[in-house]
Structure formats: C-alpha cells, structure tokens
C-alpha cells in the first residue's frame, strides 16, 4: 500500500476521493488520472494545491517515511473566541492534526529530514505547534546531521494565536541557524501561496530555494502594498518567475521533475 493509501485509510477509513474539479478550467478529474498527473490538470495545465499526502506519495521512496510528532496539537493561548471549534474543523476537514507534516524519509535512497505544510488546514499559517513542529525537525536533522527538504505553503501567521504565534518566525529560524552553522543542507520549495511571516522567516532562508511555476510568494498583498507605497506595482510581481527575475529563488521547477531535482541536489551535496 502506498504512503498516501496508507495514511488516508488512518485517517478516514476510506481511500475513496472523489473527482477533483479544476477551479481554472472546470474540468472533472477522477482522483486516480489526478494522481498520475501529479495533481496538475490534464486539459489546462492548472496546478492544484496538493495535500501533505499527496507530496508524500509523489516524492519520498515508498515505505521510507516515518512521521514524527504526529499528534502535536494547538491550544488557545489568547482565549481568542471560537477559535477551539475553528480548530476542530480543521481537523475534521483535513484530516490532521495541525498544518504541517514532519519526519524523515528517503527520495532515491537518500536520506533526508522533511517538513511538509498543508493549506487545508486553516491555510497552512503558523501557530505555536506548527512553528514548533518545524523546529524540532530541524534540531532532529542537526542531531541526525540529515538535510532538511521544506514544502512551503501558507497563508502567514495565524492571527488567533496573537503574539505566541509570530514568535515562532525567530524560533524557527534560530534552529535553521543552528542546522546551518552544522553545515547541513535546507531546500525550500515554495509552492502557492507562500506568503507573510512564513517568507519572512524560513521560506526565504534555505541554502537552494525552488518555486513551483507561478505560485504566489510574497509579504503582504498587492492592494496593501500599493495603498502604503503610493506607487503601481507591475504585473505578476509576486509571482515565481518575477522572483526568479530579480533573485528570491534559484530554480522554477515543474512538478513531474520534482522529485528528480530535489533527488539531484541532496545526492550532490551528499558527504558520501
């Protein structure tokens, strides 16, 4: 059983998903010809925000992943109002925990350390647990002295955690710091969106930055931006190919290849 069959029946039960309909196209997708497309659309082209299974499947060597901190979950540290039962949906919804998926793995037989965010739960933005779960994967790759390979994708800062949850950007970037100064190996793939403390903090801090084709990498928004500016921002500015431009990312890969770079570049800058 692969990686994703695996963890979808512990999570529902049920390794039955329904068509995906591409939101640019409106095409149905059955999930088995979505897979093998690897999540992209095969009459338009369109990339869909893939789940933290569906990255799994694709990318790791099968049978290799082993997750820790599973079953690490937020509290309400500001008594923020309803923010418990927005949690339990997202839960519910996304079959997780928390937003972001940590362990160690194996991509083409080597090893690696891997932190994988997930939009579906509450957009993937950063509270206190994801912000911890993302350090200690980084602590655990400096122990292991592992590389650390990071899908990024996130709303920002989640703002029902206040305070607590923007010191999570200086947390986790102390521990990138710490796996850095080890001499190890921090690969960002930016996927869309990748957006407010999440890029400014450990998005923008891996040794070699890849962006998938056109995701969205930014701080704040365009209209915000241009409200505080006073000046037009051109068209696309936030987009991975403008980045890759002006030098905020190194390579736009597309996803079938993915796997074979991210294989290529931990094999290349391998001790061995």
Excluded: W
């Excluded at 998938?212 to 696309?236: D, H, M, S, Y």
């Amino acid at each position: 059983m692969s990686t994703l069959k695996t963890i979808l029946n512990t999570i529902t039960g049920n390794v039955e998903q329904p068509p995906r309909i591409c939101k640019k196209c409106n095409a149905e997708i059955p999930y088995d010809k979505y897979l093998a497309n690897h999540c992209i659309c095969p009459e338009c082209g369109a990339y869909f925000r893939m789940r933290a299974v569906e990255r799994l499947d694709e990318t790791v060597d099968k049978g290799s992943f082993q997750e820790i901190d599973r079953k690490l979950k937020s509290k309400n540290p500001i008594d923020f109002p309803d923010y418990k039962e927005k949690l339990d949906k997202a839960e519910k919804a996304s079959g997780l925990a928390e937003g972001v998926v940590c362990g160690t793995a194996k991509i083409d037989g080597s090893d690696c350390a891997l932190f994988i965010m997930d939009s579906a739960f509450m957009m993937g933005s950063m509270g206190t647990v994801v912000g911890e779960k993302i350090t200690r994967i980084f602590e655990k790759a400096t122990a292991l002295r592992l590389p650390v390979i990071g899908f990024i994708t996130s709303g920002g800062a989640r703002m029902q955690e206040g305070i607590f949850s923007l010191m999570q950007m200086a947390k986790v970037s102390g521990a990138v710091k710490r796996h850095s100064d080890a001499g190890l190996l921090y690969i960002a793939v930016l996927t869309d969106p990748t957006t407010g403390g999440i890029t400014a903090s450990f998005a923008m801090q891996g040794d070699i930055i890849i962006a998938e084709p056109k995701a969205l990498i930014g701080f704040a928004g365009q209209r915000v931006i241009e409200q505080t500016t006073g000046e037009k921002l051109p068209a696309g500015f936030q987009r991975a190919e403008f980045q890759l431009e002006h030098g905020f990312v190194d390579i736009i890969e597309e996803r079938p290849r993915m796997t074979y770079t991210l294989s290529k570049l931990l094999k290349l800058h391998s001790p061995r």
